[in-house]
């Protein structure tokens, strides 16, 4: 009984000060010596705030512990705080494939008036995509298709509602610039 009590009350605290652990059981072993046994919550994507990162975790708590570099592949989420959108993000993220997850580089959380849901992201491709995250999943596993059938263009591909492509403005060759430059 004491030591379930003991065990028990130790996690809380550890709990209670770092977010990102899991569960934590302690094991004896004789009459001196225990061991701790630790599972971490993993990261699944940084937050992004004032040049620094901080750890979101599966559980959607952000760690309030930062760095000045974001590690490995998750993706970087600028504009998003604990609780439902972050929650509901989370969710949607963990149901796409590697591939996909690679795909991507930043999610802005954009919410307008008709979407409090409504996310940028920008992928590694240099294309844009524009989302509600309450379908996020469902509709970004088309993303590899929809890129196909573009080519080489780039642009914003908007998948909120139906899924339409809008190219970026070409930006003017140096020989377009010099022109309009003699011409004023």
């Known amino acids: ?37 630790v599972s971490e919550y993993k990261t699944v994507a940084y937050l992004e705030k004032e040049n620094e990162y901080f750890n979101i975790l599966e559980n959607g ?41 690679n795909s991507i580089s930043e999610v802005e959380y954009t919410p307008s008036k008709t979407d409090e849901y409504l996310i940028t992201l920008y992928m590694n491709d240099g294309n844009q995509v524009v989302a509600s995250i309450t379908s996020f999943a469902e509709k970004m596993i088309y993303y590899p298709d929809i890129v196909q059938k573009i080519g ?26 010099k022109v309009s430059d003699t011409e004023e």
């Open 1 to 37: 009984m004491g030591n379930i009590f003991f065990s028990k009350k130790r996690e809380t605290l550890v709990k209670n000060q770092l977010p990102q652990v899991k569960s934590m059981q302690i094991e004896f072993d004789g009459l001196n010596s225990y061991e701790l046994v």
């Open 61 to 101: 708590k952000i760690v309030n512990e930062s760095r000045k570099v974001s590690i490995g592949n998750p993706p970087i989420f600028i504009k998003f705080k604990e609780g439902k959108a972050l929650n509901k993000m989370i969710e949607q993220y963990q149901l796409l494939n590697e591939n996909i997850h």
């Open 152 to 177: 080489e263009g780039k642009g914003v591909i908007n998948i909120e509602v139906g899924v339409y492509f809008t190219p970026f403005e070409p930006e003017p060759s140096e020989e377009e610039s």
